[in-house]
């Protein structure tokens, strides 16, 4: 696609049944994400692509003047598709970093599902945003609802894990546009990891959010971990995970963790985080 207008981008946004639209400002930002434009270029033809289009607007949508959803004021909202099966059973999703040729990718392809990350969203970094923006994740699908973990920054540019979870409005599919939202802060991602790398056996957080009353469970129950979120107003997530899927939710979160200390490097990190769940066993805390 040689050039791209405002014009012509929502028009294929349009086509293809995407609800997000771009404004002069936010087609700057989108198109420098470098897979934007062949993801735009193959959607009418490729599912992936299209469902990747979703994942890189939705990360401005928060984002005043750059994108927005048409029809939002009356609730008709964006409704992403998931796998044709429950990834419980299936081989991990891999991180996000979608590569297109000029085929149309094959049926096990057309089924992968990618959803709104999330990243800091005040005025001031949007105007200041230049870079290409890079989504690392991973989703877990349950019957009832699905979660995606993702890299995140705190406000004060502490690297985190996000957790996004949205309920099934019909199979294989989850209302993302709703989804509940929890980024877990520094001193508590030790908490977390501790549980995920099976130091611990249970971390429960609460008085998240604006209003305090955002709450995250996760349990080790031995062949799969357990993870309940809820919150005011939302419905509320749960969704039982495999041990394939905490391995690559793991590798999250020690990447995470060691950007906040590199000079510790990943033995450190890892002793660090033994013996901060040894603390905890000893204050009684689990």
């Not at 996004?164 to 908490?191: F, H």
């Not at 495999?242 to 995470?256: K, P, V």
């Amino acid at each position: 696609m040689s050039s791209l207008t405002v014009e012509n981008t929502n028009q294929i946004l349009k086509t293809v049944g995407i609800k997000m639209r771009v404004t002069d400002k936010g087609l700057h930002f989108v198109s420098q994400v470098a897979q934007f434009a062949k993801a735009l270029a193959h959607c009418t033809s490729n599912p992936k692509a299209r469902d990747d289009l979703i994942t890189i607007l939705a990360h401005y949508k928060e984002q005043p003047g750059l994108v927005f959803v048409i029809n939002e004021s009356q609730h008709q909202d964006l409704v992403d598709s998931a796998p044709s099966q429950n990834n419980l059973d299936q081989r991990p999703m891999n991180h996000f970093r979608p590569q297109y040729s000029d085929q149309q990718v094959d049926s096990e392809d057309k089924a992968d599902n990618n959803h709104p990350t999330h990243h800091n969203t005040n005025d001031e970094q949007s105007q200041k945003q230049t870079a290409p923006v890079e989504f690392i994740g991973h989703h877990v699908y349950g019957s009832k609802a699905a979660l995606y973990f993702a890299y995140d920054k705190t406000r004060d540019e502490d690297d985190t894990i996000a957790i996004d979870g949205a309920v099934s409005v019909a199979p294989r599919k989850y209302d993302w546009n709703k989804k509940l939202r929890i980024q877990i802060t520094r001193s508590d991602l030790p908490n977390v990891a501790a549980v995920m790398f099976g130091l611990l056996k249970k971390v429960e957080l609460s008085n998240y959010g604006a209003d305090n009353t955002k709450r995250l469970m996760i349990e080790n129950q031995g062949k799969n971990y357990f993870l309940n979120m809820s919150a005011k107003d939302y419905n509320q997530i749960a969704v039982p995970i495999s041990a394939s899927d905490i391995f690559e939710i793991r590798g999250l979160i020690l990447a995470q963790l060691m950007k906040n200390r590199p000079e510790i490097g990943v033995e450190g990190v890892l002793a660090n985080l033994k013996c901060h769940a040894a603390i905890l066993k000893q204050a009684g805390q689990q």
